[in-house]
């Protein structure tokens, strides 16, 4: 993935200040090709490099990450602005009925995605709303609407055979309009590819319909076609959002970005699944680290870039470096994983860290435990902190007595701090915690 791809990028890089343009620009490449895969269009992932390559340049790399970690924060922030703001949700027309216009390509998901927002308004925002299917292409395809209409719970306008889109157009707005309806949503035809018969009829559909939305549904797997897609439905009929179908699968979503990036319309809900309460608000950052296809390493970047103290981790990993890591250390280390929400946080979002990990989880360490394991290091003499082997039984009971513990406690911690030590020097040969992150991409 990428975040590996760039860390192998950087590996020789470690240690520098400041984002040179040729690191940048090496770093661009991996990038281009991790948007390329995750299905963006071309001519989007060009001005996206451009736009990132630009920022990138001269940023001053946060002590405690890598370089290619820095990259991929500064990668996944740019992509998460310009995929939009979050809660760019339907809109609603001061007096009603609300019109919606659902267009796309055949398949993508229209009848579905109509029935599923005619629910959600229906449920959620306790609106009447009103289905009316304008597909005369496909023989069953009015009835289909009708049947998912019915498992909505909503009304859908009743079908008359032999009718063409515009005469159901009109008959379906009158029928909100003397009915009281809230919402009307006009579920179309789709064709196989854009054709000018159906950009005619959608055209006509939506001059008379006049829609306060008029939303492009779209498969999230459609790759290369999406930019023309969304392109020619934009100019024709006028987008005002984007519905990303089939988000549920394991499409990466690069055609969020691409379809965003032409129409500079919003993606305002995402189909995650078949069934009719699978449609979602869209998040920006979710879709973001999809397409990077990085886990969370972005938000372990932040975590450590906010919460390490980057001189007290580097005076412990130049100790480290020494061999020595006594009981005072473990004390500060012990503070430190509590900010990072425990060890077990930081190393779950490190792929390829299992083995520590299980040690880790075997050692016991927690939160509660910390202020316990805390208590006892501070019951200790410095001597005793300094050289732990001083620790026999009956310090051992005083340290109990003096921190409210028990002795078996004391045992405990006495013993993890071996372990710890052990894990040090894996560490150690990883090259300090810093190389574990970093390795860890
Ligand atoms: P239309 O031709 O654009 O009206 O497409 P349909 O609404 O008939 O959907 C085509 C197929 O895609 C149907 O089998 C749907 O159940 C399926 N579908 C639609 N949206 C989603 C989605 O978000 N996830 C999944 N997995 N399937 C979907
Ligand atoms: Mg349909």
Redesign the pocket.
Known sequence: NLSSRLTKVFDRLKGRGVLSEEDVGTAMREIRVALLEADVALPVVKDFVAGVREKAVGQEVVKSISPGQMVVKIVHDHLKELLGGEGDEIRLAGSPPTVMLMA?????????????LARRLRARDRKKVLLASL?VQ?PA?QH?LEVLAQQAEVASLPIVQGQQPVEITRRALDTARREGFDVLIL?TA?RLSIDEALMGELVQVRDLAQPHETLL?A?ALTGQDAVNTARIFNERIGLTGIVL?????DARGGAALSMRHVTGRPIKL?????KLD??EAFHPERIASRILDMGDVVSLVEKAAETIDKDEAEKLSKKLQKGNFDLEDMRAQLQQVTKMGGMGGILGKLPGVGKIKKQIAEANIDERIIVRQCAIIDSMTRKERRNPRLIDGSRRKRIARGSGTEVQEVNRLLKQHRQMQDMMKQMKKAGGLKGLLGRGM
């Not at 009848?111 to 599923?116: G, I, L, R």
């Not at 995402?270 to 078949?274: L, R």
């Open positions: 796309g390509l055949q398949g993508s998901g229209k009848t579905t995605s109509s029935a599923k597909d496909r395809a289909q579920d789709g549904v498969d179908t089939r988000m549920d699968g995402v189909g995650m699944g078949e699978a449609l």
